[in-house]
């Protein structure tokens, strides 16, 4: 569990532009690989003197919170590109008073039972009775039966 923990906090992540670690700690973390063939890094910290380093790790903390600026930025720049991309392809749906709609079958709508895995996955069309400002709608069958209400995203227009 450490290990994967480990590997977690030390892996470039593309959200936020950086290490877990370093956005806690300040600086990228060594790894143990890193003691048993020294690299450029070590080499240069055993090669100053302890105030220099003392001076230097200052300096690292506090640019700590300009870098977790940053990252943070950066994270709601990804997560807008992700929603634009996402939101390219949904088609909105809207329905008035009176029209007429397919629901998808789901548990909640109890009134069919289910044939096998070739049965449509759209229950008979539905009469739009209410139409709320979120999305959602208020629906009755042809026998009077009441639904709702349901998202919008669980209908389509039905064409008799």
């Known amino acids: 569990m450490e290990e994967a923990l480990w590997a977690y906090r030390t892996i470039h992540r593309t959200p936020i532009q950086a290490t877990p670690y370093s956005l806690v700690y300040g600086v990228e973390a060594v790894l143990p690989l890193e003691h ?9 910290q055993e090669g100053i003197t302890n105030e220099k380093n003392a001076r230097l790790r200052l300096a ?4 700590l919170d300009e870098k977790r600026l940053e990252a943070q930025q950066s994270l709601e720049c990804y997560q807008a590109r ?4 996402f ?14 709609g397919l629901t998808v079958r789901r548990p909640i709508i109890t009134s069919h039972k289910h044939v096998g895995k070739f049965t449509s996955k759209w229950d008979e069309p539905y009469v739009v009775q209410e139409a709320y400002s979120s999305g959602a ?24």
């Open 87 to 100: 939101n390219k392809r949904v088609r909105p749906r809207s329905f008035q008073v009176g029209d007429q």
């Open 60 to 63: 690292e903390l506090k640019a």
């Open 82 to 85: 992700l929603s634009r991309a």
């Open 36 to 44: 048993q063939i020294p690299s450029l890094r070590l080499a240069i």
């Open 137 to 160: 709608y208020k629906l009755v069958d042809a026998d009077g039966m009441r639904i709702g209400p349901i998202n919008g995203k669980f209908l389509k227009k039905y064409y008799p």
